[in-house]
């Protein structure tokens, strides 16, 4: 029991040496001239390689994306589910049809709600 | 086959249908004093189909994902009840959110699926996913009113309860990594085959066992698991509030006793292990919950901090099944007969919470000054629920301190017998204190309080309720004793 503890010990004591003795090498090193200090342009920008953005990247969204968003999860789960079914239509039967349709029914239920409660409305 | 085990199920079902009626009744009709009459009656229906499987012989089904059995029925049948009583004292307190009553009374219907899935379900997994249904509900239910409070109330409420959903996911993932075994009943035989030795050699299981403790503590609110109790009660709408207290508590005792006596109960070094544990934490929830409770000042405070010492009234009960290692069902029965009657009990005081508030706009106990003049019914009504809490005759709650405490007396508990008794006579203080003030405080105005029909008869239904239980207590304690007769013996 307390030798499987020791061996956690040891891992952890690794990872502290590790963690302490990685950023000392590097500064070590830099201080002794091995790793030299060529600055360019290309280095200091916040993406190495890939697009530089356009713009702002503090872009504003209207909030009713979140509700359209909202409605697409519950019939991306609708079509996870339909898809499976579909392929095995015939060995589920009347059985699988039942299944599936109540399932669509409770999320036809909430499909009408947010309609009716104007979700749906873009004003 | 699993459709013809479906009719098995149909107290949840017909209750699900009923909340799906009122979402859509809710879009297209203008009267919605029709909805609390729609779920009022998906209520009855569902209480009927539970009523008629009471006598059904036990059985699991969705392989052994949840167990019909007369303890499940009990608790349903309790949940039900809670939740009519809430909706009926609904009435005087939905004004507050006009715009949202069909939500509010859908989800009061889902979350007492959720609890009644809760109490039937016999797999880790399962389990889960009743809690979550149960949960995420009451999450929305906390934050209706919109206002501040509210609000701070529902954002803690999810942030703690999805903590202690994780807790209680590490929990059952330890468990599971032991047993191999999901379903209680297979942990339970794998349990029953570890060789002989204490929890302390075999610390996989222990710590599964306490992180399982603490996540179902949070739902019955036990310390140190109770700190979001007094905020969320406090900013709640005060109906959600009473529905916390009384219905999410007793789903919380109910998955705990099955868990642990089904699953963990066989060895019985184990069963005494953690009936031990929940004995201490008893003493400390219900010393702490007395102790706090007297320099409460708000009244929906108080009673928060007053039914975190009634759940450690219950952990009396609790611990008493777990010393008492099987066999006996005295325990339990105290336990859930104890429920009942607390669930009467704490539903009565929040109902006349609800109708005094609703006039006098305020929560606090000094408000509530010479109330004995101007709502005579009211404050006898709360005066009644509040000597039973104390635990005085002739009201439920004497009855069930006495039984519980007699059988954990029984069971060589005696020293958490005195301390429960201590707390009761420190709890006599601030149950009391209430009392006065309605009764001698002298009335801020000579108004009558108004309440609506509905109120006035749920109020009476839980006063009803709290006279029999503590006058004629001896078929309630049938009932309760055949409900734990599924296990053990």
């Given at each position: 029991m307390l030798a499987d503890y020791g061996y956690i010990g040891l891992l952890l004591i690794v990872a502290i040496l590790f963690t302490v003795s990685m950023p000392l090498l590097a500064l070590s090193l830099s201080f002794l001239g091995i790793i030299p200090r060529k600055s360019n342009p290309d280095k200091t920008s916040t993406y190495e390689c890939g697009m530089e953005t356009i713009g702002k990247t503090w872009v504003q969204f209207n909030f009713r994306y979140y509700l359209y968003a909202i409605i697409f999860v519950a019939l991306d789960v609708l079509t996870v589910f339909l898809y499976p079914w579909a392929v095995n239509l015939k060995e589920l039967g009347l059985l699988g049809l039942i299944s599936v349709a109540v399932f669509f029914a409770i999320l036809v239920v909430g499909y009408i709600y947010a309609w009716r409660k104007g979700a749906l409305e873009w004003k | 086959m699993i459709v013809s085990e479906l009719h098995l199920m149909t107290p949840e079902l017909s209750l699900l249908g009923f909340a799906l009626v009122v979402i859509l009744l809710d879009l297209f009709i203008k009267q919605k004093k029709v909805l609390a009459g729609v779920s009022i009656a998906g209520l009855i229906v569902s209480a009927g189909f539970t009523l008629a499987m009471w006598g059904a012989p036990t059985i699991d089904i969705f392989y052994a994902m949840l167990a019909v059995d007369r303890f499940a029925l009990f608790f349903k049948f309790l949940l039900l009840a809670a939740a009519g009583l809430i909706i009926l004292a609904s009435q005087d307190y939905v004004s507050k959110f006009e715009r949202f009553q069909g939500e509010y009374y859908a989800l009061v219907l889902i979350s007492a699926v959720g609890m009644m899935l809760l109490t039937a379900a016999a797999d880790l997994i399962s389990i889960y996913v009743a809690l979550e249904l149960s949960g995420i509900s009451l999450y929305v239910l906390a934050s209706f009113l919109k206002d501040q409070k509210s609000t701070e109330a529902g954002l803690k409420y999810l942030l703690l309860g999805a903590v202690a959903s994780a807790v209680l996911l590490y929990g059952m993932a330890l468990v599971f990594g032991l047993t191999g075994k999901t379903c209680l009943l297979c942990i339970a035989d794998v349990v029953e085959t570890m060789p002989i030795a204490g929890l302390l050699d075999n610390p996989a299981l222990l710590l599964g066992i306490i992180l399982l403790a603490a996540g179902f503590g949070f739902k019955i609110a036990c310390v140190p698991f109770q700190m979001w109790v007094p905020d969320v009660y406090e900013g709640a709408p005060t109906p959600i509030t009473a529905y916390l207290s009384v219905a999410s508590k007793a789903a919380?005792?109910?998955?705990?006793?099955?868990?642990?006596?089904?699953?963990l109960g066989a060895p019985s070094w184990l069963s005494i292990d953690w009936g031990i544990l929940f004995a201490i934490l008893s003493a400390i929830t219900m010393t702490l919950g007395n102790v706090v409770a007297i320099v409460q000042t708000n009244i929906k405070r108080m009673l928060g901090y007053s039914s975190i010492a009634q759940a450690g009234y219950l952990m009396v009960g609790l611990a008493t099944v777990g010393v008492a290692v099987g066999a006996d069902a005295l325990g339990r029965s105290g336990l859930l007969f104890f429920l009942m009657s607390y669930a009467v009990t704490n539903l009565g005081a929040f109902i006349a919470v609800i109708a005094i508030s609703n006039k006098i706009d305020s929560d606090l106990?000094?408000?509530?000054?010479?109330?004995?003049?101007?709502?005579?019914?009211?404050?006898?009504?709360?005066?009644?629920?509040?000597?039973?809490?104390?635990?005085?005759?002739?009201?439920?709650?004497?009855?069930?301190?006495?039984?519980?405490?007699?059988?954990?007396?029984?069971?060589?508990?005696?020293?958490?017998?005195?301390?429960?008794v201590i707390n009761s006579c420190i709890s006599a203080y601030y149950y009391l204190r209430v009392v006065k003030v309605m009764w001698l405080g002298a009335p801020v105005s000579e108004e009558k309080v108004p309440s609506s029909w509905a109120l006035r008869a749920s109020l009476s239904l839980c006063c009803l309720g709290v006279l029999l239980l503590g006058v004629i207590p001896g078929s309630f304690v049938g009932m309760a004793e055949a409900a734990v007769r599924i296990f053990g013996s």
């Open positions: - | 919380g005792f109910a998955v705990i006793v099955r868990v642990f006596f089904v699953a106990i000094g408000d509530y000054t010479g109330m004995g003049k101007r709502a005579p019914l009211l404050a006898v009504a709360l005066t009644l629920c509040l000597v039973s809490l104390i635990g005085l005759p002739p009201t439920a709650g004497l009855i069930a301190k006495i039984y519980i405490f007699n059988a954990a007396v029984h069971h060589g508990l005696l020293w958490l017998v005195i301390v429960a």
